[in-house]
């Protein structure tokens, strides 16, 4: 806009396929929590064959709905990137739970601190419609290194102008996310503790093991690719998991569980990339109603 009295803090791109159900939510979110309009917000409905375009456009004027024809979430990121105007950039899936201030709070963070590439408000599981096995397989989650680690992604991850610069557009792999981290050490990246988004887990362990198993192919892919190389760990990640349960048998269930989600995808991933079998996208629409 040209008669802006001030520049956008920042730019928010939401991708979204087929997202009628959930786009209103957390679009409603981001308007009412920003009166003062700092964050440009621009929705890419790739592909859609539902009215995501008109669901996203309803909810405030300010909204920037663009349509590509092709079902592609880095298509969408990258149409994204080319019409917004400003950094710091947001990259939100559309089901996600965020409000404009913990946005804009890593924006903040971003201007105070220019040796931050990447950031994310800390990540929390809504686990209110999810089996106790679900519930189980989480609490043994929050324990691994992986959601220790100053991780950034999982449905949301800001990056500055220089954090953007590292690489050119979004490469056409399902783990985007993925990418995106590995692209940064942990240094140069941030998870704001004091502010949070939210995502729904799957309702039942069989769609997480899916919904796990499109992960575990996905990020099999971006290995494959060579785009990003993987930093040496200090510890094998299984050891040091049950070195932080073994004393606390209350955590045993919940560790059986875990280790039978995460064996399952991997072999499945494993069988799929051998049989050159395409990596779809494969969302869990249960944790979608």
């Not at 859609?48 to 909810?59: E, F, H, I, K, N």
């Not at 198993?213 to 094998?236: D, F, K, M, W």
């Amino acid at each position: 806009m040209t008669d802006r009295p001030h520049p956008y803090a920042m730019s928010v791109i939401i991708p979204a396929h087929n997202e009628e159900a959930v786009i209103a939510r957390l679009l409603t979110r981001l308007v009412a929590g920003d009166p003062e309009e700092r964050l440009e917000l621009i929705v890419v409905a790739n592909g859609c064959t539902d009215d995501t375009a008109r669901a996203a456009a309803s909810v405030d004027a300010r909204i920037r709905v663009l349509e590509i024809p092709v079902a592609s979430k880095p298509s969408a990121l990258n149409a994204g990137d080319r019409a917004a105007s400003t950094f710091p950039r947001a990259y939100v899936d559309a089901d996600v739970r965020v409000e404009s201030r913990a946005l804009l709070a890593v924006a903040e963070l971003m201007a105070r601190e220019p040796e931050v590439l990447a950031a994310a408000p800390a990540l929390s599981i809504d686990l209110s419609h999810s089996s106790l096995a679900v519930r189980l397989h989480y609490r043994m989650w929050a324990q691994s290194d992986y959601r220790r680690e100053a991780h950034i992604g999982s449905g949301v991850y800001v990056l500055s102008q220089a954090g953007r610069a590292r690489f050119g557009a979004f490469p056409s792999l399902i783990a985007d996310d993925r990418f995106v981290q590995q692209l940064f050490a942990p240094e140069e990246r941030r998870t704001l503790a004091d502010h949070t988004f939210s995502i729904s887990a799957p309702a039942t362990l069989d769609a997480e093991i899916a919904r796990a198993t499109r992960i575990a192919a996905g990020n099999a892919e971006l290995q494959r690719s060579g785009l990003v190389r993987e930093a040496p760990a200090t510890a094998h990640p299984a050891t040091a998991l049950l070195r932080r349960v073994i004393g606390h048998p209350r955590l045993w269930p919940a560790l059986a569980v875990y280790c039978y989600g995460k064996a399952v995808p991997r072999l499945r991933a494993r069988r799929q990339v051998r049989a050159g079998l395409p990596i779809l996208w494969n969302r869990d629409e249960s944790s979608r109603v």
